[in-house]
């Protein structure tokens, strides 16, 4: 589908049921993993997406040899460590033309795959050059961007594109703040394990140089992020010891020189972050949407659509999946049922944990009655699009009625929005989220750029044209 605009109308469906697709966040991470290990693997999933290719390009520009099939994604790992020879000795951190062992990486706009695969690429000891699309080069790289500085790579200035990295990173101390970006401690955890043990750093004083210390400052927010790159660690063997200190710090002791371990096939998780815009639809309809394939026990944050839905007064309803959800997976799905059984109600939303479902959470709480206030929305602004900003605007348009106040956005709900033209800010999740208000739209809405969904759910128009909307292309 190639298309400079999409109009979407609600088509008074019957009831619709969905099949969720892959992680996205899963899939990321045990792509990384698998091409760090001692073996090829398979990991098991039929979906794909602009972000899963980019992490997939770039593990292929350090060396692996990732081939997609109709079911699965074949991994065959990266040779490890680049000789010393292949290491650039640039004060600037700009490798030379045509220098020896150049990975050439495209993250496309992926900020998961940039941020992931920096520190790895130190680890690893090689020498990159990385193109970056949309407005990824704008998106911060600080504190970790320091951090790894300190620890023994030449990188380019922030903001460069492309963006240059050489050098050796080092084991010690690294301190992140918990409140920035979990993507920035991904990175790191998936990294420190593969350092050579005699590998030293000035900035280590503890005498020992066989671990690698991540000190998290504060509240670790995105929490489950973070859970799910643990787990997928430990999948590989990695050991990894967390302590949680007294004023509230998070330490990770990692050990040096491990191994990864991959078992032959891998499976991925169905995503919620994706599945929670059909959740969403069935909380606007009497109707009500199926979910099909959704693991209830899986440890993606954004799981908690649920009881958030739940809290608009919206009726959730869980049962064993009758049919494979298209996810090969040895772990017990479920169906989600989502509907609406009355007005919904307005309520208090913290997005800490959760800033992906803000869009999406916001197009309830337009057609909730009552205030809905969505607090702790400062890591909105640096996403795809400034969040914030965009949700507003894109809502406003559509007649809702929403402003931003005290780290908060805050919602007062009105019984119908009344479409309009809006785009996507190039924000996948800004065009999902504007696509599913349709449905409490007196008019169509319209989407000018609306294929930014490609960057995680490229059949998203499809899906919606299928069960709930008339979906129109425009030129």
Same mark, same amino acid.
Request: negative net charge.
């Given at each position: ?65 990732? %081939? ?6 074949? %991994? ?55 193109? #970056? ?82 000190? %998290? ?111 090969? +997976? ?101 065009? #999902? ?22 960057? +995680? ?5 499809? %899906? ?12």
């Amino acid at each position: 589908m190639d298309t400079r605009s999409i109009t979407i109308k609600y088509s008074n469906a019957p009831h619709a049921t969905v099949r969720t697709i892959a992680s996205k966040s899963h899939a990321h991470r045990l792509l990384i993993a698998a091409a760090l290990s001692d073996k090829p693997s398979k990991i098991m999933t039929p979906d794909t997406s602009k972000d899963i290719e980019a992490t997939i390009n770039s593990l292929n520009g350090l060396g692996a040899r990732i %081939v997609r099939h109709a079911e699965y994604i074949e %991994v065959n790992p990266i040779e490890l460590f680049a000789p010393i020879s292949d290491i650039a000795n640039i004060e600037t951190g700009s490798p030379a033309e045509n220098a020896p062992g150049l990975s050439k990486i495209d993250c496309g706009e992926s900020g998961s795959t940039l941020r992931f695969i920096l520190p790895v690429i130190g680890a690893l000891g090689k020498t990159a050059e990385i193109t #970056m699309h949309g407005r990824l080069s704008e998106r911060p790289l600080s504190p970790m961007y320091e951090e790894l500085i300190s620890h023994g790579l030449k990188m380019s200035s922030q903001g460069s594109n492309p963006f240059s990295i050489s050098g050796q990173l080092t084991g010690g101390d690294y301190t992140i703040a918990g409140n920035i970006s979990s993507q920035f401690i991904t990175g790191l955890l998936f990294a420190l394990p593969l350092i050579n043990p005699g590998a030293s750093s000035a900035s280590d004083n503890s005498g020992s140089n066989s671990s690698g210390i991540l000190h %998290v400052t504060g509240k670790l927010e995105s929490r489950p992020y973070v859970d799910i790159t643990l787990d997928v660690l430990n999948e590989f063997g990695i050991n990894i010891k967390e302590e949680t200190l007294e004023n509230g710090d998070t330490l990770f002791t990692i050990p040096s020189g491990q191994t990864y371990h991959s078992e032959e096939a891998l499976t991925v998780d169905g995503d919620w972050s994706n599945a929670a815009f059909f959740l969403a639809a069935g909380a606007l309809l009497e109707k009500g949407v199926t979910v099909t394939g959704l693991n209830i026990d899986s440890l993606q944050g954004d799981k908690k659509i649920l009881d958030i839905l739940k809290s608009f007064g919206a009726e959730v309803s869980i049962s064993p999946s009758a049919a494979s959800s298209g996810i090969l +997976s040895e772990v017990t799905v479920s169906d989600i049922t989502v509907k609406r059984t009355g007005r919904l109600q307005g309520t208090e939303i913290d997005a800490a944990d959760i800033p992906d479902l803000v869009p999406i959470i916001s197009v309830v709480a337009s057609l909730s009655e009552g205030r809905t206030t969505i607090r702790n929305i400062e890591r909105l602004k640096i996403k795809e699009s400034d969040r914030v900003k965009t949700v507003i605007s894109t809502l406003s348009t559509l007649g809702a009625k929403i402003f931003e106040e005290d780290n908060s956005i805050v919602i007062d709900g009105v019984p119908a929005l009344s479409g309009g033209t809006v785009d996507s800010f190039n924000d996948h999740r800004i065009a #999902m989220s504007a696509a599913i208000a349709s449905i409490g739209c007196t008019g169509p809405v319209t989407i000018t750029n609306p294929m930014a969904v490609e960057k +995680s759910y490229p059949d998203f128009y499809n %899906v919606l044209k299928d069960t709930l909307c008339e979906v129109t292309l425009g030129e």
